[in-house]
Each structure stands twice: as structure tokens, then as C-alpha cells.
């Protein structure tokens, strides 16, 4: 079925109120999305998980984002986009909340099971808001529009582990050695009180999605084969080319901010949950030099070229370098 797609907003209206909508659900995309980076190596230390265990935290997140994306479009397609994200939001915050009793119990398939809602809730999200930022104004800035919002995103990457390392691990445990029940225990509780707030951020957002007045996206329905509208996509070879590097960019920054922690996790670094802020924030410089150079002074192109040059010789230099344990003070 093919939908074309207009905004209510256009250039007669301010999209300054709904470019602070699609950011803040943006800020929120990121708060959950790289706070995997530092609740994963805790909740490996809290419940002694080997590495493998540990992933099993990340993959339901994005197993969830995986299987949720067709249901999350259908859902948009009936609902609307600001309801949507509305939705995403509730789902999300809801979610946080089963964290107070898979830490009570310290059982990890309530984790994991919170994980998946969470998935669930930032692909609606994301569905939602993704293609009501470039719709909301011109379309010859809206890449411009995705740059400013990306760069929340990140933001919210470099900030969130931190504050969940001053809130929650500070003074908890020293990250060496064998944790007795009752540092296991006092590790659980200081989960409760950041959920809790997380939650209520989140309801939050769900409200102001829901009730502030803001232009919405509309779908103007026209005949057409789902099927036959795939099988034309798929004539476009640039068009595979970018979704396949579109998912293996991903791949990478998931790997890279997702499991940093727990990689500094087991060569002894006490501040593992941090480690997801400094990946985070050279992201944000390669966001920044992209803005300041493309395509000004640099195509498009020769940015791809020159980033996928530098990836391949960064992973070469991590696979080829130092694996010692850190020094323990």
C-alpha cells in the first residue's frame, strides 16, 4: 500500500515547538539506548554473568527493535505520529518500572524481560519520530534537522552513563573481587530510585507528545502493492547499499558504546560504566566535523570514503593492541 505523506506544518507555521518535541523524543531515544552500555557490565558484575550472559542484555534490546519494527509501522500508520511517540514513550516508561522487581529478586530473566519492553517502546518511538523530523519543515533542510537531532541523541550518550556512575555505582562496590550477598543486595537497591525517576521523565514525555498542540502527520491513501513497492525498491541498488551500510554502521556503534563497559568490566577498570560517555563524545566530534564540513567543504561521497578508510584502520589497531589487565590502585 503505498502512503504519501504531508505535514500539517509547513512554512506558514513554527516548526521551532515541534522540532523541540522531536528532540526531547530523541533526547529520550538516546538516555535508554546508551544507558545499555553502563547498566549491562553492572548487572554482570551484580549477578556474576559471564560475558556471553552479558550480552544476552544488549541482544534483547535489539532483538525487540528488530521484531517490533512492521508492527511499530502498522501502529503508526493507525494512530498517528504524535500519538505514536506518545505510545512509545508510555511503553518505555512502564518497562523502567519492571527494573524494581527484577532487582528485588535479582533474576535475570525479569531483566532481560524489561529489556525487550524497552526495545519494544523505543521502536515505536523511533518509528514515530524519525520521519516526523524531516517532515516537519522544508525538505531541503531536513538534513540539517537530522544532524541537530542526532546530535541530542549522542548527547544524551555521553551524559547518561555518567550520571548513572555518580548516582549508582559510586560508593557501591570497587568493581575487584568477589561480592558477598549483601553487596549483591545493596547494588540491587540502588536501582530502585533511578528507575523510578526514569519512569516518571518518561510518563512525562508521554505527556507532552500526547497534549501539546503541535501539527501531526497526515497519510493521504493511495492504491497500491506492498509487495510490488518492495520488489521496485530493490531495483535501486543504491538504495540496498544504503540500508546494508545503514546496518552494519549500527553494528558498530552498538558494539562499540554497548560493550565497552563490560570489556573494561573484565581487564579491571573500577570505572567501567563511563566508558560508554568517552565513545559517545568522539561521536559527537564526528558529528560536529560532518556539520562543519559536509558538503561545504567536503562531498558526501569522500566523507563516506574517508570514514570507512578510518573505521577499517581503528579496528585493526583495537584487534592488534594491548589486552593486558589494568593496574588495580
Not at 523530523?133 to 522544508?138: A, S
Not at 497500491?224 to 540500508?243: D, I, M, R, T
Not at 564540513?293 to 578510518?310: D, E, K, N, V, Y
Amino acid at each position: 500500500m503505498e502512503a504519501t505523506v504531508e505535514c500539517e506544518a509547513n512554512s506558514k507555521h513554527s516548526i521551532w515547538l515541534p522540532m523541540i518535541l522531536a528532540g526531547s523524543m530523541f533526547f529520550i531515544l538516546g538516555c535508554i539506548t546508551w544507558l545499555n552500555g553502563a547498566i549491562t557490565p553492572f548487572l554482570q558484575q551484580m549477578l556474576v554473568l559471564s560475558p556471553l550472559q552479558a550480552s544476552f542484555i544488549i541482544s534483547s534490546f535489539y532483538i525487540a527493535v528488530t521484531v517490533a519494527g512492521i508492527p511499530s509501522a502498522m501502529l503508526i500508520k493507525r494512530v498517528g505520529y504524535k500519538n505514536g511517540m506518545a505510545i512509545g514513550c508510555a511503553v518505555m516508561a512502564a518497562s523502567a518500572l519492571m527494573y524494581i522487581p527484577a532487582a528485588k529478586m535479582q533474576m535475570i530473566e525479569i531483566f532481560l524481560f524489561a529489556q525487550l519492553m524497552i526495545g519494544v517502546g523505543q521502536t515505536i518511538l523511533q518509528t514515530a519520530v524519525n520521519p516526523y523530523v524531516v517532515k516537519i519543515g522544508p525538505e531541503k533542510s531536513a538534513a540539517v534537522r537530522v544532524c541537530i537531532v542526532g546530535l541530542l541523541n549522542k548527547f544524551a550518550g555521553v551524559i547518561v552513563p555518567i550520571m548513572f556512575a555518580a548516582v549508582v555505582v559510586t560508593g557501591v562496590v570497587d568493581g575487584s573481587g568477589q561480592l558477598s550477598q549483601q553487596q549483591k543486595d545493596i547494588m540491587a537497591d540502588s536501582l530502585v530510585m533511578p528507575y523510578v525517576l526514569i519512569a516518571g521523565l518518561i510518563f512525562l514525555f508521554a505527556a507532552f507528545a500526547k497534549l501539546v498542540p503541535l501539527p501531526d502527520l497526515v497519510f493521504e491513501e493511495s492504491e497500491g502493492n506492498g509487495k510490488g513497492e518492495v520488489k521496485e525498491a530493490l531495483q535501486h541498488p543504491h538504495l540496498v547499499l544504503g540500508v546494508v551500510a545503514i546496518a552494519l554502521y549500527v553494528a558498530v556503534e552498538v558494539i562499540s558504546a554497548d560493550t565497552i563497559g563490560s570489556y573494561a568490566l573484565q581487564i579491571g577498570i573500577a570505572d567501567y560504566s563511563v566508558m560508554t560517555s568517552y565513545t559517545m563524545a568522539c561521536m559527537l566530534v564526528g558529528y560536529a566535523i560532518g556539520i562543519a564540513l559536509i558538503p561545504r567543504f567536503m562531498s558526501q561521497q569522500s566523507a563516506l570514503t574517508m570514514s570507512g578508510i578510518a573505521g577499517i584502520v581503528t579496528v585493526f589497531a583495537v584487534v592488534m593492541g594491548s589486552n593486558l589487565k589494568y593496574p588495580q590502585n
